[in-house]
């Protein structure tokens, strides 16, 4: 598994000592992270940082003073893409851990019961900060097709459309009510806005996005 550059691994737990080992941990196998005694001081961090370009995960106690981690989950769910982007691994104690199995079913990544292994957690970390940059490529891939789908004319919408149903360009041409040689030029101008070479490709890439 190729090691995630520029990722931030973040801690939230009320016990000093842990955000110290935990930390201590993480700088030992060059991972960079960030400590917050409370849910409520990452809550307003996250709410003023821009939208995340680079991998993140969150190392979250379940039980803490003030807000607990479980209700600190149940707000990152409220917010578009936020466990996505920052895929949840619950530090839990042996009570906890029934909690922590219905939370991973609820959308956490994972939990590691305390005390638990450096290398298991590590590794778990690692492979959360791996979804993280996953989501991230493939949502800035999204992004950059509807940016391109919104540089198409309607006319090559039109077009675009029929060519991807396998509609071969003289029925374009008769449904559209235009030349066949209009079809083409409509059809090249598709394929290098949506940086294609095919009707194939276009329509997996489509397809994969969900636009089609």
Known sequence: ??????ATVYI???????RDALAWLLRSRR???ESFACAEDFLAM???????????CLLLDVRMTGMSGLSLFAQLKQMEGVIETVPVIFLTGHADVPTAVQTVKQGAFDFCEKPFSDNVLVDRIEQALQQSAQYLEETALRHALLNRLADLTERERGVMTLVVEGVP??????????SVRTVEVHRA??????????????ANVLRAHGQL
């Open 1 to 6: 598994m190729e090691p995630v550059t520029n």
């Open 12 to 18: 939230v737990d009320d016990d000093a000592d842990v």
């Open 31 to 33: 991972l960079y992270s």
């Open 46 to 56: 996250l709410g003023e940082q821009p939208v995340p370009r680079h991998p993140q």
């Open 169 to 178: 360009n003289k029925l374009i041409a008769d449904q559209l009510d235009i």
């Open 189 to 202: 101008r598709v394929f290098d806005k949506m940086q294609v070479k095919s009707a194939v490709e276009l």
